[in-house]
């Protein structure tokens, strides 16, 4: 049982380029969360779909998009990196009420 | 707007002790809260979760309880050890909107 599933791990990017986190559970989960960490600032929404093809701003949308794929995928896009994005991103997912939300092990992203 | 504090930031205790986290929501309209651990460059784990009809839980060493009417939460840890270092995170899952809601951690330290 995999639970929730992030790729890459680890990417570098240049300033400018674009890229496609991934993010999949096999949980049969309603809602799905894209969150990032930084060093003193805690983990902060990005966006989150509370269910299949409905998703929502979070704390700090500006710079990302996101798609709800299906059920099971949701994908965090950066456009065009900036330094700025260089974060921890973490993928979780939930379901309402009465289960733990899961989370992904996490994508290390540093934009140079 | 909910917002999650953690008090302490960071906490160090001698092996052994008795100690107690806590979380704090300024909105009680929650599915439940749950509290995670992170160790340093890793994924969150969840500890326990707390839904809303519910005072507390326990695993182990662990006890989480729930006061939703004064939005707090507390965390117990009995006879700590080293290997409970880590940082304590708790999240609220918002009823409505369905977000994950975070505080920002306590960085727990058990000295041998």
């Known amino acids: 049982n995999a639970g929730v599933t992030q790729t890459p791990k680890f990417q570098v990017l240049k300033t400018g380029q674009s890229m496609t986190l991934q993010c999949a559970q096999d949980m049969n989960h309603n809602s799905m969360y894209w969150y990032r960490q930084d060093p003193g600032m805690g983990l902060r929404l990005i966006y989150y779909?509370?269910?299949?093809?409905?998703?929502d701003k979070g704390e700090v949308p500006n710079g990302y998009n996101v798609s709800r794929l299906n059920k099971r995928e949701f994908s965090l896009r950066l456009e065009s990196a900036a330094p700025s994005q260089t974060s921890v991103y973490f993928c979780?997912?939930?379901?309402?009420?009465?289960?733990?939300?899961?989370f992904g092990q996490g994508t290390r992203l540093t934009v140079v | 707007k909910q917002e999650v504090t953690q008090i302490p930031a960071a906490l160090s205790v001698p092996e052994g002790e008795n100690l107690v986290l806590n979380c704090s929501f300024t909105?009680?309209?929650?599915?439940?809260l749950q509290w995670f651990r992170q160790d340093p460059g890793k994924g969150l784990t969840s500890l326990l979760l707390i839904q809303s009809s519910q005072r507390e839980q326990t695993s182990g060493r662990l006890n989480a309880s729930l006061d939703k009417s004064s939005g707090r939460s507390t965390l117990y840890i009995a006879a700590s050890q080293p290997g409970d270092s880590a940082t304590y995170l708790c999240?609220?899952?918002?009823?409505?909107?369905?977000?994950?809601?975070f505080g920002q951690g306590t960085r727990l330290t058990i000295n041998p």
């Open positions: 979780a997912s939930s379901d309402v009420g009465y289960t733990e939300a899961f």
């Open positions: 999240a609220v899952l918002l009823q409505g909107a369905q977000k994950l809601v």
């Open positions: 909105d009680s309209a929650i599915y439940n």
């Open positions: 779909s509370a269910s299949e093809g409905t998703t």
